[in-house]
C-alpha cells in the first residue's frame, strides 16, 4: 500500500492553515476538530481547489504540488475528490 504525504499551508486574512502528515492508503483515516480550524480548506487543498496553497503533496509515489519546482497536478487529474 502507498501512503499520502502533504506539508502545505495556505493563508486567508484571519485565517491560516499550515498542515503535515503522511496517511497510509488503507483503512479509514477521518479528520476532526472544531468548526472553522480548517478541515475543509485541507480537504480542498489536497484535492486542488485551492491553488494558493504552498508547499508539497505526494499521492502514491506519485508528485501532485511541489510549488518550489512548479508542479501543480490540476484537480481533473489527481482521480481523488471527496463528499462532505
Known amino acids: 500500500m502507498g501512503e499520502l504525504f502533504f ?3 495556505l493563508g486567508f486574512e484571519g485565517f491560516q492553515l499550515s498542515a503535515e502528515a503522511r496517511v497510509a492508503l488503507h483503512g479509514i483515516t477521518a479528520l476532526f476538530g472544531p468548526s472553522g480550524s480548517g478541515k475543509s480548506t485541507l480537504l480542498r487543498v489536497l484535492a486542488g481547489l485551492e491553488t494558493q496553497a504552498r508547499g508539497t503533496i505526494t ?3 506519485e508528485d501532485w504540488q511541489q510549488s518550489g519546482a512548479g ?3 490540476p484537480p481533473h487529474k489527481r482521480g481523488a475528490g471527496f463528499v462532505f
Do not use: P
Open 7 to 9: 506539508d502545505i499551508s
Open 59 to 61: 499521492f502514491d509515489g
Open 71 to 73: 508542479i501543480f497536478v
